[in-house]
């Protein structure tokens, strides 16, 4: 029943997305991809679109490769002020979305990354870097301390090691946090309000068209959001089931 209630508004616009009628309301009026042809002819949709998934592509890899140093870091090295590190890097996710979208606009005001992608991008970079080092840091805590250790010893370097048992070890939770992060970052809103100008993602035409009138449309890309970001999720969870 939990589940029914927490789905039902997704399945509702997912219903309505495919009715013939103007009005989601019931009875239903038939099966129609009218919505979804008016959606794919719209130009700004589409360019958000564009926009969306070239965010998301950036923010996902360089989030990751943030992820993993600093998971790496927390997994090899012993420092003094260790929990503060940890703490700094788990940081992000806790601040209101709100504060930290007026924040990235004052910085990226100052140093010209307002209103492009780039800025978009390192805003969501940092709401997804600690994602990506949860994932890292839950498959690294399986990997046995010893390993590299013995490996230095047989005459590895810091690097072999690491490129020939940490990232092959963790190379699932990597995959996992490259689809996670994804689909943060295509989901994410008010980071994109802010500093997104005129190079706007999809979630913020989405709504830039509900301020206009209340469209049909909208359910149709809803639907479309709701399945990539369930896509990305599901093959991320099933990567991070996978063992090596």
Aim: charged share 10%; glycine share 6%; hydrophobic share 60%.
């Amino acid at each position: 029943m939990v589940f029914l209630f927490v789905f039902a508004p997704i399945v509702s616009t997912v219903v309505f997305s495919f009715n013939a009628d103007r009005f989601p309301s019931l009875p239903w009026g038939g099966f129609s991809l009218a919505w979804y042809a008016a959606v794919l002819s719209d130009d700004s949709v589409r360019r958000s679109l564009v926009n969306s998934l070239i965010v998301a592509a950036a923010t996902a890899a360089i989030a990751t490769v943030l992820g993993f140093a600093a998971a790496y870091v927390d997994y090899r090295f012993r420092f003094f002020g260790k929990p503060a590190y940890m703490a700094l890097a788990s940081l992000p996710p806790t601040v209101p979305v709100v504060i930290l979208g007026v924040a990235m606009l004052t910085f990226e005001g100052r140093i010209g990354l307002s209103g492009t992608l780039a800025g978009v991008v390192a805003g969501h970079v940092v709401l997804c870097s600690p994602f990506a080092m949860a994932l890292v840091r839950m498959r690294l805590a399986d990997l046995d301390r010893d390993l590299e250790p013995a490996a230095w010893n047989l005459g590895a370097t810091a690097w072999t090691s690491l490129r020939e048992i940490v990232i092959p070890f963790a190379l699932p939770s990597i995959l996992a946090s490259l689809f996670i992060t994804a689909a943060v970052s295509f989901d994410e809103y008010m980071i994109a309000w802010f500093v997104s100008g005129l190079n706007e993602t999809l979630p913020v035409r989405v709504l830039a068209m509900l301020q206009g009138q209340v469209s049909p449309r909208i359910n149709a890309v809803g639907s479309l959001v709701f399945a990539v970001s369930a896509i990305l999720v599901v093959l991320a969870q099933i990567l991070t089931r996978r063992k090596v």
